[in-house]
């Protein structure tokens, strides 16, 4: 039988020979086994296929182990590495992960943890990878939450789950505003990984890395743009040293944002830019998307309001590709706000409410806070100042429940209204 190099090596590893399958596995087994064979042997991938054909074999082998009940033997096709262009690998369950499909590691983890439920393996690798399944899809957010508490609650200190679980509650907690929690859960998260040491692994020092790039996000939130920044570009060395070159994407972005932010625009085009170049060379359509999002920012505090929109509907169009609401919502704020440069306080109203609408179902506190805040210039460009008064106290009181109405962000918030209500209409938070 012919095999492909990796995948020959796949069935070594996993104790799996097509040329004796049947003297190894009784006969109720075996056509499960000769399929797992037939998966990863004569499974084509043609040109052009999307990101889930190129990997679908592998689903279906996982499935075929579940029915089996093959638990050593799934981990060593979740882990098995993956490429995502000539230099970077990565293990397939985060390969998943980084080309949002969210939703099929979700109903992979399910699966597992349906079909082995009642054996004596320990599952607690499953259950993680389905909580940061379910932490990016906007409707499992809580559920990621619950399960990633119960991981930390019932796994032994200083265990490399006990951290991850720990870090990505955190990193949860902050992305969905809950920013006091989610601070105190990424700090202790990041200090017990610190005490491992030289026991520290490869997957934990990349931890780290996550937890440096979401504690810049909080400051970058908060207002304390230099700090930042500085925590950003910590992220981008560390995680250079460690050959994580797909991950320094995101990092790369907020600087660029961060730049927007502080009216730098040229700056924050080019770190825009070498963002975009970097996804397109690992062909990430989803980051591509994202950056687009935000270089629309760029041009529409630049003014040009005809590329921007071109640009925000783009994104629009990608995100909803993805189903991905968290962009979705961003999107749709951003369209609100050409709008209102463009004096239709009609659209931008309808484009606010759509935001606002899909940040609370998502549970998107930080993005609700905004969006309040944009009805309420909205409402006083129309005049109607009874509801613009309204909705800012509503949105000071929400930011306020937050805690990041520091005085830095108070101050940008007044200018923010003073611009959009008597100024050039263009600068953004």
């Not at 609100?336 to 659209?347: N, V």
């Amino acid at each position: 039988m012919n095999l492909s190099l990796n995948n020959e090596s796949l069935l070594k590893d996993m104790g799996i020979y097509p040329n004796t399958l049947t003297t190894d596995y009784p006969v109720q087994e075996l056509d499960r086994y000769i399929g797992i064979v037939n998966w990863l042997t004569l499974y084509k991938v043609k040109f052009g296929s999307s990101v889930f054909e190129r990997i679908k074999n592998y689903k279906e082998v996982i499935h075929l182990l579940c029915q089996l009940q093959e638990w050593e033997k799934i981990q060593i096709v979740l882990c098995r590495y993956f490429p995502i262009n000539s230099n970077i690998s990565l293990p397939l369950y985060e390969y998943f992960l980084f080309n949002e499909l969210s939703g099929e590691l979700l109903t992979i983890t399910q699966e597992i943890l349906s079909s082995l439920k009642e054996t004596k393996h320990d599952l607690t690798f499953a259950k993680l990878l389905k909580a940061r399944a379910m932490s990016r899809i906007s409707n499992q957010i809580d559920e990621a939450r619950l399960l990633l508490e119960e991981l930390f609650n019932n796994s032994l200190v200083g265990t490399e789950i006990h951290i991850q679980s720990l870090a990505y509650l955190g990193i949860r907690q902050v992305n969905s505003g809950l920013y006091q929690e989610g601070i105190e859960n990424l700090k202790s998260a990041l200090v017990k990984a610190d005490e491992l040491e030289s026991e520290s692994t490869l997957k934990i020092k990349e931890l780290k890395t996550d937890i440096l790039e979401n504690l810049a996000f909080y400051e970058m939130n908060i207002g304390n743009f230099q700090e930042a920044i500085k925590l950003y570009s910590n992220v981008i060395k560390l995680r250079e040293d460690l050959g994580l070159f797909h991950k320094i994407i995101g990092s790369l972005t907020h600087q660029g944002i961060i730049s927007r932010k502080i009216g730098k625009y040229d700056e924050a085009r080019l770190f825009l830019e070498i963002a975009k170049n970097r996804a397109i060379e690992i062909e990430s359509e989803s980051q591509l998307v994202w950056i687009s999002h935000h270089l629309a920012y760029v041009l529409l505090n630049q003014g040009n309001l005809d590329m921007s929109e071109e640009l925000c509907k783009s994104s629009i169009k990608g995100y909803q590709k993805f189903d991905n609401q968290w962009g979705l919502s961003d999107c749709y704020e951003q369209m609100g706000l050409i709008y209102l440069a463009q004096k239709e306080f009609s659209k931008a109203e309808e484009y606010f409410r759509l935001s606002l609408n899909i940040r609370e179902t998502i549970g998107n506190r930080h993005g609700s806070a905004s969006s309040t805040l944009d009805l309420a210039l909205t409402f006083w460009n129309m005049l109607d100042f009874p509801k613009a008064i309204f909705y800012i106290l509503k949105g000071f009181y929400f930011y306020y429940k937050l805690g990041i109405l520091t005085p830095i962000r108070f101050y940008r918030m007044l200018k923010l209204a003073f611009v959009w209500t008597l100024g050039n209409r263009k600068w953004t938070m």
